[in-house]
Nanobody, 121 residues
Framework: EVQLVESGGGLIEPGGYMRLSCAAA????????MTWVRQAPGKGLQWVST????????WYADSMKDQFTISRDNNKNTVYLHLNSLKTEDTAMYYC??????????????RGQGTQVTVSS
């Protein structure tokens, strides 16, 4: 059974930095691509970033590639999302998911419960 637990969210002022973590269990983490998606209030799921199983490949949504950084530690079975220069429009529930972009967006069983990021002054 895939288990994903996100943490690190909270309330932060615009311009701030936040690191989200996702602890994984129930599958061979080091063999799986991992993805972050988000859902803003009243909107659908939005793909944020994907990292390959080794960490050598990373991909970002065009609007976020200069702002967010994805990384992973296969020794800790954890994937991270570093959020820089946060804006109010980054307010959303952030989810990590096993696999690439398509399954992350379509298969809820491969996503964690999410961590809320609220950007507000």
């Amino acid at each position: 059974e895939v288990q994903l637990v996100e943490s690190g969210g909270g309330l932060i002022e615009p311009g701030g930095y936040m690191r989200l973590s996702c602890a994984a269990a129930g599958f061979t983490f080091s063999r799986s691509d991992m993805t972050w998606v988000r859902q803003a209030p009243g909107k659908g799921l939005q793909w944020v970033s994907t990292i390959s199983h080794s960490g050598a490949g990373v991909w970002y949504a065009d609007s976020m590639k200069d702002q967010f950084t994805i990384s992973r530690d296969n020794n800790k079975n954890t994937v991270y999302l570093h959020l820089n220069s946060l804006k109010t429009e980054d307010t959303a529930m952030y989810y990590c998911a096993k696999g690439g972009r398509a399954p992350a967006l379509s298969d809820g069983s491969n996503r964690g419960q999410g961590t809320q990021v609220t950007v507000s002054s």
